[in-house]
């Protein structure tokens, strides 16, 4: 079993739909990491966590330490939300969770 | 700030022969890191330093693969000599200790192509 494993691994929308994607780890955690990869290949830090719930712009990450379970929700998805989401935990990556946002 | 400086973009090289990778920190992180990305096995953290001291190279695969940062400007990731299973993205990233050292910030990556 992966240390940190995200699901889905693959996730079509339609644009406007909320999206959820999950992370789950099993290590002691100092701090969560959400990466946006976009098809190009950059890589981009989303969010850093260690408790509670961040927002920017439309992206939310929540953490609960209790059941070491993260969600990176998206509002209102837009097509050039499509990307690689990558869930990181003390330097230990997920295998990414594809998003598509068809228009 | 210029962000992360990787280079090259892309390197091509033959089986066997040593490959040197570069990559400029943020000016004031302390830390750095170095990453491989692959279609089997996604994103693979090789080695991170702390103050130019390594600290964790336990993701290095083989001895094939050496790390060095002499200062806090610079750091390269050798591999000698290439095999075609070397063939990967390798990311550098570097952060701040003000962030208990994961607020990343990664660099464009080079492409490397052993054939």
């Known amino acids: 079993k992966n240390e940190v494993e995200q699901s889905p691994q693959n996730l079509t929308a339609q644009e406007g739909e909320f999206i959820t994607i999950n992370c789950s780890y099993s290590?002691?955690?100092?701090?969560l990491h959400w990466l946006q990869q976009h098809p190009g290949g950059g890589i981009v830090s989303l969010f850093m966590?260690?408790?509670g719930k961040k927002k920017h712009g439309r992206l939310i990450a929540t953490i609960n330490i209790q059941e070491k379970h993260s969600s990176l929700h998206i509002t209102a998805s837009h097509p050039r939300d499509s990307a690689v989401y990558i869930c990181?935990?003390?330097?230990?990556f997920g295998a990414g969770t594809r998003l598509t946002v068809k228009p | 700030d210029a962000g992360v400086i990787q280079s090259p973009r892309h390197e091509v090289t033959e089986m066997g022969q040593e490959v040197t990778l570069r990559c400029k920190p943020i000016?004031?992180?302390?830390?750095l890191f170095w990453y491989r990305q692959t279609m089997m096995r996604g994103l693979e953290l090789l080695i991170y330093?702390?103050?130019?001291?390594?600290?964790?190279d336990s993701g290095m695969p083989e001895d094939r693969f050496s790390a060095k940062m002499p200062n806090a400007s610079f750091s390269t990731l050798k591999i000698q000599p290439s095999e075609p299973r070397d063939s990967a993205v390798y990311f550098c990233?570097?952060?701040?200790?003000?962030?208990?050292?994961?607020?990343?910030?990664f660099g464009s990556g080079t492409r490397l192509t052993v054939v």
């Open positions: 990233a570097s952060s701040s200790s003000n962030t208990g050292g994961y607020g990343y910030t």
């Open positions: 290590v002691g955690i100092s701090a």
């Open positions: 966590l260690s408790s």
């Open positions: 990181a935990v003390n330097m230990r």
């Open positions: 000016s004031g992180h302390d830390y």
């Open positions: 330093f702390n103050n130019n001291v390594p600290i964790d």
